[in-house]
């Protein structure tokens, strides 16, 4: 594969409203956030995007925001593999929602060449994902939820619980 190839560019993430999938009204897109595919992408009414926040949709799968969901600022959402957030959802600055993941091709293969698997994440209504907290390929956060600041969620999330850690674990379930 040549360097040409390898190396393009995905764009410049700027974007218009009328080139989303579906976008409910009162939405807010601060000054700095990037859009990449919005055809592949739906925001229901009322949705908060912070400044500096990535949607990387993808050509394939889709990314959807359910409405009155907040996204902080600095967030990075990446949906190769599909990405369902619910509503009512907020989601602190600096969160990492990421849905591929390089698979393991054995040592004479760079990670970097690896072949890339794609799993959906979804994050259900009234959850939170604190500040910086990360989302792994594959994970379900369940109704309710909240995910502890700097957490790494590898593993589905009961709904109901109080998740926190490297590797994120349940510390209790919300009364």
């Known amino acids: 594969m040549s360097a040409e190839r390898l190396h393009r560019s995905h764009g410049t993430g700027l974007f218009e409203p009328s080139q989303f999938r579906a976008l409910g009204e009162g939405c807010v897109f601060e ?35 359910g409405e009155q969901t907040w996204i902080g600022q600095q967030c990075f959402f990446h949906s190769a593999g599909g990405l369902t957030i619910g509503a009512r959802v907020g989601i602190g600055p600096g969160v990492k929602i990421i849905t591929s993941v390089h698979a393991e091709a054995g040592r004479d293969v760079p990670v970097l060449f690896s072949p890339v698997e794609m799993a ?52 209790r379930m919300r009364p």
């Open 120 to 171: 959906a994440v979804v994050i259900e209504d009234d959850s939170d994902l604190g500040v910086n907290s990360v989302i792994l390929p594959g994970v379900r956060v369940g109704r309710g939820a909240v995910v502890g600041a700097g957490a790494v969620v590898t593993e589905d999330v009961p709904p109901y619980a109080v998740v926190a850690g490297v590797p994120a674990r349940v510390l």
């Open 31 to 65: 000054p700095g956030v990037m859009v990449f595919h919005p055809e592949n992408i739906s925001l229901g009414r009322n949705v908060y995007v912070g400044h500096q926040a990535i949607l990387k949709g993808y050509y394939r799968n889709e990314m959807t925001i």
